[in-house]
């Protein structure tokens, strides 16, 4: 056993219906891969961040905005997160544009990423599927708005970003 230890991060999520989860799990999944002390979580079984020296955060965008649950847990924890390596991510757009080109944080995840000082955030294309959710989801896929615009690829590379700028940082357990 090594001395130190990999930095143990958390990859925190919210998600309604599901997309998000599952790209969270994708970071997760290269954390791991690149040897770190990678856990995957929804929000709402996070009571601490105290255990991580690292975390990445991520919501899905409904009306441009992160869901409450999401923002609230950036808020609870904004001292911790502070204090913390972090990186936010949001996924959202129906269409091929977060593909094509660097899409900014929506202003109250803005705002978040100003308050931890977040070492970066990156928005990635959705996915909405038959089953999901809510009436303006059923209304959207009756009018052909749905697909999944997520490129697992593009979210690997991120993750791999990530897991290079933590090569190096001592974790504390
Ligand atoms: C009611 C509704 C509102 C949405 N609003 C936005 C939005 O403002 N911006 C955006 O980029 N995507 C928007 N989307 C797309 C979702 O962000 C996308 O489906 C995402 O993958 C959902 O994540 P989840 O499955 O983890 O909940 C919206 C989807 C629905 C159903």
Request: hydrophobic share 45%; proline share 5%.
């Given at each position: 056993?090594?001395?130190?230890?990999?930095?143990?991060?958390?990859?925190?999520?919210?998600?309604?219906?599901?997309?998000?989860?599952?790209i969270?799990?994708?970071?997760?999944?290269?954390?791991?891969?690149?040897?770190?002390?990678?856990?995957?979580?929804?929000?709402?079984?996070?009571p601490?961040?105290?255990?991580?020296?690292?975390?990445?955060?991520?919501?899905?965008?409904?009306?441009?905005?992160?869901?409450a649950?999401?923002?609230?847990?950036?808020r609870?924890?904004?001292?911790?997160?502070?204090?913390?390596?972090?990186?936010?991510?949001?996924?959202?757009?129906?269409?091929?544009?977060?593909?094509?080109?660097?899409?900014?944080?929506?202003?109250?995840?803005?705002?978040?990423?100003?308050?931890?000082?977040?070492?970066?955030?990156?928005?990635?294309?959705?996915?909405?599927?038959?089953?999901?959710?809510?009436?303006?989801?059923?209304?959207?896929?009756?009018?052909?708005?749905?697909?999944?615009?997520?490129?697992?690829?593009?979210?690997?590379?991120?993750?791999?970003?990530?897991?290079?700028?933590?090569?190096?940082?001592?974790?504390?357990r």
């Amino acid at each position: 056993m090594n001395a130190t230890h990999a930095p143990h991060t958390l990859v925190a999520y919210s998600s309604k219906n599901g997309s998000t989860a599952e790209i969270a799990r994708w970071i997760c999944e290269v954390l791991r891969e690149e040897h770190l002390d990678a856990e995957v979580a929804p929000v709402s079984d996070v009571p601490s961040l105290a255990p991580y020296d690292a975390v990445v955060l991520g919501a899905g965008l409904y009306a441009g905005r992160w869901p409450a649950e999401a923002t609230r847990f950036a808020r609870r924890h904004r001292q911790a997160l502070s204090e913390q390596d972090v990186w936010l991510f949001s996924s959202g757009p129906l269409d091929s544009s977060a593909a094509e080109r660097s899409i900014a944080a929506v202003p109250g995840v803005a705002r978040i990423a100003t308050r931890v000082n977040a070492r970066g955030h990156i928005t990635f294309g959705g996915r909405l599927a038959e089953g999901a959710r809510g009436l303006i989801a059923r209304q959207l896929l009756k009018n052909g708005k749905g697909g999944d615009f997520r490129d697992r690829e593009r979210v690997r590379a991120w993750a791999h970003e990530i897991a290079a700028a933590l090569a190096g940082v001592p974790g504390k357990r």
